[in-house]
């Protein structure tokens, strides 16, 4: 019979939880944030847009000071083994606060919420449950957090990605983010309740050591595993997962468009990373091991076929937005690669990857933001001649887009050479990955590149009839996001020592 806890074990439960409080301190402050912001947005009348984007901003900046003290903490699991602090953890928070700052930066350079809504409302409060739930995604080491961490970032999108309500592309975008995220969740609750049947455990660690100990039925083991890829497979936007990944790029707002293709992209390579490599304490088997199932080769099969389709069916596109998001399925192929090496060196190439990507995808949708403000259209026809008529703006896109192709001297061929050199470390091979990695990233040179030779090499089908000029404070922007991608281009250490030190607690005991 079922045993209500006694007065002691609910003493001990309330100061263990009373424990932890303290290493929980930034996703507490976040929580406080959004309430902060709510009550800003139901208090303050007229014009409050400037004041809840400079709150926001203010907010999510103060969220690092408690995420750099989280660094003296021991590493070690929280909350009876739901959560987990450690490098790899504080990496992806500070990728996801930042991520959010610049998602707000570039919404208040977007014009288009100027026409689309009256007021913003609750959108920043929105970001910021974004950016919280994709911190848990990080930390989660429990089966119940990963899923409601991840429909926390899931719903919120959901509403993000519908917010210009008027406008019908961005509504067919929402309802069909929702339709096929609604089934990926499916699929993977229910992967999760077949390994919750197999051992009566939902804490990761403990998953392991009871496969380990009692065994599986083989056939159900296959099933939970391919139910849970589908999950994660949809959260990174990866083939054959990806079919949202076009049309919400595209109709949602652009900024939004930014953040999913970015942040919401690294906390499911976050996911997907602890699930599979780096939950298990050293001298523990991992729970790929213990199933028995070839992950490199379904891995492989899915970089493979991320990095062709991507590629390939980018070429076609007339919509810049939905060109980069093609562009987006292709790049989940790279940093599968790092994942299928499954040592540290991967590990480190894909979180050095991800801070490139962070870097040349971000500030390659501000300047499509800043472009759209002035032509009113995404078209790839519309970009002729803005060479000449936006110079920073072409010179910051030119490099940015250099930068996703992966050449010198950009950041990008940094985290492309890093992602190689480490499938080559593990033997000829891997070969055969790396070379399929280098002749995909040659076709994005075609259609990367046509956008450059419309802005330079052809003329504009009507001439100027306006001023061109972004303005002072985007163009030091622009400047800023293209010299840093340059600059870690050329002096890429501290990138890559952040990335090792957040890749330290690979096969490491806690």
């Known amino acids: 019979m079922f045993e209500l806890p006694s007065g002691a074990e609910i ?45 926001t901003l203010l907010g999510l900046a103060g969220s690092i000071f408690f995420i750099h003290q989280q660094h003296a903490l021991p590493a070690g699991e ?24 610049l998602a707000v930066i570039i919404t208040m350079a977007d014009r288009q919420f100027d026409r689309e809504v009256k007021s913003i409302g609750e959108y920043y409060a929105l970001i910021v449950s974004m950016v919280i739930g994709m911190i848990m995604m990080a930390s989660s080491a429990d089966l119940l957090m990963i899923f409601l961490s991840m429909e926390l970032v899931s719903l919120t ?34 992967g999760f309740s077949l390994i919750y049947g197999l051992t ?30 589908a999950g994660f497979g949809y959260k990174i936007g990866a083939v054959p997962f990806h079919f949202w990944s076009p049309d919400v790029y595209e109709g949602a707002p652009t900024p939004i468009t930014a953040y999913l293709s970015v942040a919401s992209k690294a906390a499911g390579f976050a996911l997907l990373t602890r699930f599979f490599l780096i939950s298990v304490p050293h001298g523990q088997p991992k729970i790929e091991d213990i199933l028995g199932i070839d992950w490199t080769l379904l891995l492989t099969v899915l970089s493979i076929a991320s990095m062709i389709y991507g590629n390939v069916v980018a070429i076609w596109q007339k919509n810049v937005k939905r060109l980069l998001a093609y562009s987006s399925i292709a790049h989940a192929g790279y940093l599968l690669l790092g994942i299928i090496v499954r040592d540290q060196l991967g590990t480190q190439a894909t979180l050095f990857y991800l801070l490139s990507y962070f870097l040349m995808n971000f500030g390659a ?61 593990k033997g000829s091979l891997y070969l055969g990955l790396a070379l399929v990695g280098i002749l995909t990233s040659v076709i994005s040179l075609y259609y990367y590149m046509l ?27 622009m400047a800023v996001l293209m010299f840093l991608t340059l600059y870690f281009g050329l002096f890429f250490t501290p990138l890559s020592d952040f990335a090792r030190y957040s890749s330290a607690l690979f096969g490491l005991t806690w």
């Open 11 to 55: 003493q001990s439960i309330i100061a263990s939880l009373k424990g932890n409080v303290g290493f929980f301190l930034p996703e507490i402050y976040l929580s406080v944030l959004f309430m902060v912001l709510i009550l800003i947005d139901l208090v303050v009348k007229g014009r409050k847009n400037n004041l809840l984007s400079i709150a």
């Open 78 to 101: 929280l909350f009876f083994g739901m959560y987990v602090l450690d490098p790899y953890a504080l990496f992806f928070k500070y990728f996801s606060v930042v991520g959010g700052m």
């Open 157 to 190: 999108a959901y509403i993000l990605t519908g917010y210009f309500k008027r406008n019908a592309r961005s509504s067919e975008a929402a309802l069909k983010y929702l339709v096929y995220g609604a089934v990926s969740s499916g699929l993977m609750i229910y």
């Open 200 to 229: 009566a455990q939902t804490n990761l660690i403990k998953i392991s050591t009871e496969l380990a100990a009692h065994g599986y039925d083989p056939l159900v083991a296959m099933l939970a595993t391919l139910l849970i890829l």
């Open 365 to 425: 949708f501000y300047v499509v933001i800043l472009i759209a403000n002035k032509t009113g259209s995404e078209n790839l026809d519309d970009y002729r001649g803005l060479g000449k008529r936006m110079p920073l703006a072409g010179a910051a896109l030119t490099v940015f887009l250099i930068s996703l192709v992966g050449l010198p001297p950009t950041v990008g061929f940094i985290g492309k050479l890093m992602i190689f050199s480490s499938l080559l470390a």
């Open 451 to 477: 956008i450059p030779l419309n802005m330079y090499l052809r003329d504009a089908q009507h001439p100027a009839e306006k001023d061109f000029n972004p303005g002072m404070i985007a163009q030091v922007l």
